[in-house]
């Protein structure tokens, strides 16, 4: 049965409504950032650009690395844009947009999230290159789908118990990155980590301006919270809605963070720019090894 209009919602010209792409604009590999300006960081690499377009926060370029060609999508802030961005990317190679039917066949796309973060590990230093092995939602974007299958409900339980989560905000869920990305992005340049995913930049990540925080512990708790030797290192607002969303669609990702600040110590990058660039660089490598 063909999904209705106001379901998947198409621009004139036939794209997805907010992405404002065709299926043959993007690669099946997929890198995603948070920052628009961030895309140019990425594709300056690269050998070639053959398409370009921006709507919105959403811009994307596609081109060739190493001759390997790959899409760098921008995101925007937090899991509500990654709801929107995932989900018109798997309609671009799941549905055929011209019928709105879903097709036979499914494809799977590797969709790599390069972005900054904070450690609130003081063993986790700045400037380093963490991946997120595990990551844990604050918010309720994957409460909305069937998706149980696929959290680790005993650690969300430990998480909650150990923070004496306050009632009335969302349940945390938890999810994994996958493994054969993990493996192949991993070297004795990276560091495992286990990443906490918030709905906003200050309280919701512990940062006090003029307002009062309602546990002004949190962060303390998250840092000594351990789980069968997994701690939480790193704190950032879309890699839990990566994750939960990619397994639910049947793609891979994986969340690859440039650690520029460290929460623990109070210490912020001298240099920012430079440890995303290297950070980049380095994915790139790894992807066309």
């Known amino acids: 049965m063909p999904i209705k209009a106001s379901e998947l919602i198409l ?29 140019a960081s990425v594709t300056k690499h690269f050998d070639s650009v053959e398409f370009q377009t921006q709507k919105r926060e959403f811009h994307t370029q596609t081109g060739l690395y190493k001759g390997k060609r790959i899409t760098v999508l921008s995101t925007g802030i937090g899991t509500d844009n990654i ?31 390069i972005g900054t973060s904070g450690s609130i590990q003081k063993a986790i230093p700045l400037d380093a290159f963490l991946i997120s092995e ?4 604050f918010d309720s974007l994957l409460h909305f789908y069937d998706s149980e299958a696929f959290q680790y409900k005993d650690i969300s339980k ?55 925080l309602q546990d002004k512990d949190l962060n303390d708790k998250l840092a000594s919270f351990n789980f069968e030797g997994k701690s939480i290192t790193n704190l950032e ?18 969340s690859m963070n440039a650690i520029i600040a460290n929460r623990a110590t109070g210490e912020f990058s001298e240099n920012p720019t430079e440890t995303v660039n290297r950070l980049i660089e380095y994915t790139l490598n790894k992807i066309v090894e």
Do not use: C
Request: glycine share 8%.
């Open 11 to 39: 621009n004139p010209d036939g794209s997805v409504y907010h992405l404002n792409l065709h299926p043959e604009q993007i690669s099946n590999t997929i890198i995603t950032v948070g920052d628009p300006d961030r895309v």
């Open 83 to 113: 709801d929107i961005v995932f989900n018109e990317l798997d309609a671009l190679v799941n549905i055929n947009l011209k019928t709105r039917e879903i097709n036979k066949t499914l494809k799977s796309l590797d969709i790599i999230r």
């Open 134 to 137: 595990y990551a844990s939602g």
């Open 158 to 212: 430990a998480l909650m118990e150990h923070t004496n989560w306050f009632e009335a905000k969302s349940s945390p869920y938890v999810v994994k990155g996958d493994a054969q990305l993990m493996e192949k992005l991993s070297s004795n340049k990276t560091h495992l980590g286990f990443t906490a995913t918030n709905v906003g930049f200050y309280g919701p990540q512990g940062r006090v301006l003029r307002l009062a």
């Open 237 to 254: 607002m879309e890699t839990a809605g990566i994750y939960g969303l990619s397994k639910l669609l049947g793609h891979r990702a994986l």
